[in-house]
């Protein structure tokens, strides 16, 4: 009976099971309950995927009210596609948390964090699924202030001002995305995005719609962390706990990037955005300087978490790279990036959650011998890198190829090239963790010797992302499938709009 | 009409006062003076101001609702000068007077 | 017109506190300025009510009046706090 | 008239703003800020936003305020002066501004009835809402109905603001008793005190429940059941008022009104309505949306004044710790 | 002339959400950055609320006697923004608290001797 109410209940169940938390007030109980809740979620999220592949939109009037007046959630193959990744990273990484926040998070404050996580996922679920501008706004701050929360919650003291710099830059960020709207709203009079791409294809270009899209744009570019706006990002994912990186770094610039697809070619149009605005030359250039300085930067970190927060920076580099190529071929590449990226960051971050839960360090230094030690996390760090450096069969090969295929489609060589020097420089901050993994000499010292591989409970989620890179190595049927519908969906409605037909 | 007339003049009178009492903020010598001119003008002020509005009103829901703010910042507003101008003595700011006699015994 | 001239002086009122809160002595002189300005939205807001002949929104008035009050107590409150630890 | 007024605040809010850039004195800092709200809430009025002035008033003068005074007690109230690059930010904000112009060229007129704005969407709302949901406040019928999945949001935020200052700064223990007994030697405060915060809390329930016809609603009724009790925290000191009202008590609360709020959208599920939808609540529509606004209002009220309040507890109980070493 | 009488609350928002985003990103102090931002996302409100007013309308709660409204909708988009406002504000203010006990300073330019970072 609740078939006609799956589009919602992604929203709906993390939000009644926050507080719910909070009622039970015990922490075995809680992560019981966030665990459950969130994997009920990824199942119906699965199941919105398939509908929307098979029916191309699934559409939820909420409160009965129709679109314009009343708020929409709005189902299509991109949004059910990220909806999917981020239900099911975060049900793996509940999995992965209940150990792995034992040994970095105050035990006082463990329901506070799966109460946090809940509404973290609520408000990516929202963001996701509502088909009105303000309303994204509404739930891009849920998330966000839940994520301040999340970070700040290690016992580090840096994690405190890592959360604060996030705090202000987010803000920033939040609001200028929320005057970007106010000008759409002021030129349209409606909120609703379908409306909203009617509507400026009718009305053509204007001063105050190129001004609010270059506000959204610069809005949602501070909470993707695009270079040169990403100076929150590699603080934040360090010094946070690790089940927290593993999640934001798979999730949160994930959905941002989304947010970005969804204005660019939803609401204005690739004509608008790209030919009007020059806006494709912009993101193409920072998109290639990000993957370029991040990855040095990168390669300049002993700590492994700042090495693979740089990492990330440069990755979403190559989605915004996708996007700027303004064709179905580079957004479906950049979107396939989404889906792979958050399948290595994932198990990355988890393995050195794993170290970090071993042996209290995540320096470069700790990783000494540890291939040995901890042979099955290492394992998984090594199938992650090599996905990461685009390794042929590794889903990060696939996605580096259709980016590689949709830049040659469109004769930019110079593009291609880029795209697999920088898989180069990947190669290099990757193999200088696996040498010292396994061709390093551990230390002798007593502590290290008691070191011993990560629990089960941190192990399984870890290695079920370490196989999905491999699995959507091979058989890549479902996620190009889900890209593919989903970029050919987007271009189609925005270039009919953008043509103002 | 003949309402009007004396809600105008409240009104008049009533602003007459707030400005005094804005005045006396930056003319009294020291802080305690400065308090009076202000608290004192301003419950008066506050008085004529809304009685003059209620003689404005049909006597009905919005009356009473005056006559509730009207209550309400008499018994704020004095009470809030009062706690000030106690912080502000235990504080350590001097009064006119003392400041006088301070100068006159250091020199 | 009457009304229309009470606005005015009104403002300038908190025009005044506002210029004393600024550039005032020493901290009380502030917190008195912004009493005064406190005091004086809560008239405005009733007077614009009847400005614009819709008066019944006095509720307004009455939340200004209540955070002007509460406001100052943690003025005051949290000031003693600084002037006693921070030195 | 009006224009005139909006000029006159509009210059001393800009006033106010650099006074706020350019004071190091923290404390003027956030009682300039506080002005800033109160004019901005005035502005607010004059431009026809009466619930927004209502809201403004309360949550930026008031709890924003109340916070960042807390704040201030614990880090020290002067700004360091400092040789901080002024360069870069002056440019940045320069471009910002200049874009911002730039967009407003194409802006329609300030005020024009014939604006895309008021043309649209917002038609339906002002002709049709009176009927369709029976209320005469127009705004509590757009934020509690058409666009109650927008409140739930903010609901939700609330909460997610409360579990995180609670996460940073727990919440006072109750054991600690009423060794600070706030401003103990006000004699005459104490008074007032006592006679008003009975009357705020009336007014409080007042507004919850008129919010329908007038100005306000739960969200603003939250916010002023919590400054009556913050009022008594401040005057009577935190311990006596964490036994008035208990700090676990309120973490419930704010949990609870969250639930109550997204419950009352399930029960449409199961009623035979979409989520949110008020319609099937009772048999007829009208009667239906009324009920539906009055349970998710309740459940607004409840999560605001919990969660305001726990976040005061938690910032006042920091202050009172430091203030006894 | 006209354009001066249709825009100049416009300009004055502008100038005000400025002077907000400058005390953000130039104050040292971290409570004045919180203050900062409150300004600039105030002064978005009154950008919002600028542009759902209708001349010589009157407030969206129905009078008799009163046929024009001003626009109910970016009301109620702001009273949810104002809410987003005060909660971003309470966790950063609770941050500074806890780096002020972490750190002893909530100086900007005194942290990078002491860490890398913020």
């Known amino acids: 009976m609740f078939e006609q109410h799956f589009l919602i209940l992604p929203i709906v169940l993390p939000l009644m099971a926050a507080p719910l938390c909070i009622l039970l007030g015990q922490r075995q109980l809680a992560w019981l309950l966030a665990t459950l809740v969130s994997a009920l979620s990824c199942v119906i999220s699965v199941n919105l995927l398939y509908a929307a592949l098979d029916q191309g939109v699934l559409s939820y009037a909420v409160g009965g009210w129709a679109a314009p007046w009343g708020i929409e959630v709005r189902m299509d193959a991109a949004s059910a596609m990220v909806l999917s990744l981020v239900t099911a990273i975060s049900t793996l990484v509940l999995i992965y948390a209940k150990a792995s926040i034992e040994k970095e998070i105050d035990s006082s404050r463990h329901t506070l964090f799966y109460t946090a996580h809940l509404l973290c996922l609520t408000g990516l679920s929202g963001i996701l699924s509502t088909g009105d501008a303000f309303n994204l706004f509404v739930f891009l701050e849920i998330s966000s202030l839940a994520t301040y929360t999340l970070v700040s919650l290690a016992s580090d003291r840096r994690s405190l001002t890592a959360a604060f710099r996030y705090l202000v830059m987010g803000t920033i960020g939040a609001t200028f995305i929320l005057i970007g709207v106010g000008m759409l709203y002021m030129q349209t009079g409606t909120l609703n995005m379908l409306d909203l791409a009617d509507r400026i294809a009718q009305s053509g270009p204007s001063r105050t719609l190129n001004t609010g899209l270059a506000f959204i744009l610069v809005g949602v570019s501070v909470k993707l962390a695009l270079f040169p706006l990403h100076m929150w990002l590699p603080p934040a994912y360090t010094h946070s706990p690790s089940a927290v990186s593993a999640f934001l770094a798979s999730t949160a610039t994930k959905v941002a990037v989304y947010v970005m697809v969804r204005f660019i070619f939803t609401i204005y149009g690739v004509e608008y955005v790209f030919h009007n605005m020059g806006m494709d030359l912009i993101l193409l250039l920072l998109a290639i300087v990000a993957i370029f300085k991040c990855s040095f930067m990168a390669m300049a970190q002993s700590n492994v978490k700042t090495v693979l927060a740089y990492s990330s920076v440069a990755q979403i580099g190559y989605m915004i790279l996708g996007i700027s190529l303004a064709s179905a071929a580079g957004l479906m590449a950049g979107l396939l990036h989404v889906f792979n990226h958050a399948l290595m960051k994932g198990a990355l971050f988890m393995a050195v959650g794993a170290v970090l839960y071993r042996t209290g360090s995540v320096d470069i230094k700790a990783f000494r011998g540890l291939g040995k030690k901890m042979p099955l996390t290492m394992a998984a760090f090594v199938i992650g890198g090599m996905s990461i450096v685009g390794v042929p069969l590794t889903a990060g090969f696939v996605s580096k190829w259709y980016l590689v295929t949709a830049a040659l489609e469109q004769q930019h060589w110079l593009i291609a090239f880029l795209i697999l020097l920088g898989s180069l420089l990947a190669v290099i901050y990757i193999f200088r963790v696996i040498e010292a993994a396994y061709l390093k000499k551990p230390d002798e010292s007593a502590a290290s010797k008691d070191i011993k591989e990560a629990p089960m409970l941190m192990l399984i989620p870890m290695w079920v992302l370490a196989l999905g890179n491999i699995y959507f190595g091979l058989d890549t049927t479902l996620s190009v499938a889900a890209a593919e519908s989903a970029a050919q969906w987007l271009t189609q409605s925005s270039m009919s709009v953008g043509g103002g037909q | 009409m003949i309402l009007e007339t004396i809600s105008n003049i409240l009104l008049i009178v009533g602003a007459f006062f707030a400005l005094t009492g804005a005045y006396g903020l930056f003319k009294f010598p020291d802080f305690f003076t400065r308090v009076h001119a202000a608290s004192v003008t301003d419950s008066i002020a506050t008085i004529l101001l809304f009685l003059g509005l209620i003689l404005r009103t049909d006597f009905d829901l919005v009356a009473v609702k005056l006559v509730f703010v009207l209550v309400f910042v008499l018994l704020t507003s004095p009470t809030a000068s009062h706690a000030l101008a106690k912080s502000a003595r235990h504080g350590g700011v001097a009064t006119l007077a003392e400041s006088n006699n301070k100068d006159n015994t250091d020199g | ?87 | 008239m009006a224009e005139l007024i909006n000029l006159l605040l509009l210059g001393m809010l800009a006033v106010t703003a650099l006074g706020v850039v350019f004071l190091k004195d923290l404390f003027a800092v956030v009682m300039l800020f506080g002005i800033y709200s109160f004019l901005s809430a005035l502005i607010f009025v004059n431009l026809d936003a009466v619930d927004v002035a209502f809201t403004e008033a309360a949550v930026g003068a008031g709890i924003s305020t109340v916070l960042m005074l807390g704040t201030l007690s614990l880090t020290g109230r002067q700004e360091k002066m400092s040789g901080h690059k002024t360069l870069l930010p002056l440019l940045v904000v320069v471009t910002t501004g200049a874009a911002l112009i730039y967009g407003t060229l194409d802006m329609p007129p300030f005020g024009n009835p014939e604006n895309p704005v008021h043309q649209h969407v917002a038609l339906r709302y002002i002709q049709d809402s009176p009927q369709e949901i029976g209320l005469p406040n127009m705004v509590t019928s757009v934020l509690a109905s058409y666009r109650g999945f927008d409140t739930l949001g903010e609901t939700a935020v609330v909460f997610a603001a409360a579990i995180g200052v609670l996460s940073l700064l727990g919440l006072p223990k109750q054991d600690r008793a009423a060794i600070e007994s706030g401003l103990e030697s006000h004699l005459v405060l104490k008074v007032v005190a006592k006679i008003i915060i009975p009357l705020i809390i009336l007014f409080a329930l007042y507004v919850q429940f008129h919010g329908d016809y007038g100005p306000g609603g739960g969200f603003q009724a939250g916010v002023i059941a919590a400054a009556a009790i913050i009022l008594y925290a401040l005057v009577f000191g935190l311990p006596l008022a964490t036994q008035v009202v208990q700090p676990g008590l309120l973490k419930a609360l704010a949990a609870l009104g969250v639930l109550l709020y997204a419950g009352t959208g399930v029960a449409s599920f199961f009623l035979g309505g979409n989520f949110l939808d008020y319609n099937v609540l009772a048999a007829d529509p009208v009667a239906g949306q009324h009920l539906g606004i009055i349970l998710i209002e309740l459940g607004v009220g409840i999560t605001v004044f919990a969660a305001m309040l726990s976040i005061f507890y938690a910032f006042a109980s920091k202050a009172e710790r430091k203030n006894i070493q | 002339m006209s354009v001066i009488v249709d825009y100049y609350n416009y300009w004055v928002v502008v100038f005000l959400m400025m002077a907000g985003f400058y005390t953000v990103i130039a104050a040292n102090n971290l409570v004045k950055k919180i203050v900062g931002l409150n300004i600039f996302q105030t002064s978005v409100f009154i950008l919002y609320i600028s542009m759902g007013k209708v001349s010589g309308g009157s407030a969206p709660i129905v009078a008799e006697g009163i046929t024009t409204y001003s626009n109910p909708l970016p009301h109620v988009l702001i009273l949810t923004a104002i809410v987003v406002g005060v909660a971003t504000t309470a966790v950063g203010l609770a941050l500074v608290v806890r780096i002020k006990r972490a750190y002893g300073t909530v100086e900007e330019n005194e942290f990078k001797d002491k860490d890398d970072l913020i």
């Open chain 3, 1 to 87: 017109m009457v009304l229309a001239a009470t606005c005015i002086a009104v403002l300038s009122v908190m025009a005044l506190a506002l210029a004393r809160a600024l550039q005032a002595d020493t901290v009380y002189d502030r917190i008195l300025g912004i009493n005064m300005f406190g005091t004086k939205t809560a008239v405005l807001i009733a007077l614009m009510g009847f400005l614009s002949e819709r008066p019944d929104f006095l509720d307004i008035a009455i939340v200004y009046a209540l955070i002007n009050f509460i406001g100052m107590i943690a003025v005051l409150r949290f000031f003693e706090y600084t002037a006693t630890s921070g030195r």
